[in-house]
């Protein structure tokens, strides 16, 4: 599991947008509370914001060089479809 959260050089901040409470976004939840201590322990100086808005559908935004951005919807997705495009965004 290390190895799929080493992000690469370009990304600059990966940053998960979801509802606190709504049930569309409890799989990005668990995931978070899953995955976000080993993300974090193997990318120390990426900053990996979790942002909570009542209602808000679940996302992820990935910042790279240059401002660009990219981002993928998290709705509906079981905790392996997250790490899944979690990970092809980061690389």
Do not use: W
């Amino acid at each position: 599991m290390a190895s799929k959260y080493a992000f690469n050089s370009g990304l600059k901040e990966l940053r998960f947008l979801f509802c606190q409470t709504g049930e569309r976004s409890a799989a990005v939840r668990q995931f978070l509370t899953k995955s976000y201590p080993v993300m974090k322990k193997h990318n120390p100086h990426t900053p990996i914001l979790i942002r909570e808005a009542s209602g808000t559908e679940p996302r992820v935004f990935a910042r790279y060089e240059f401002g660009k951005e990219k981002q993928e919807a998290l709705s509906g997705l079981t905790d392996k479809e997250i790490e899944e495009k979690v990970s092809a965004l980061a690389k």
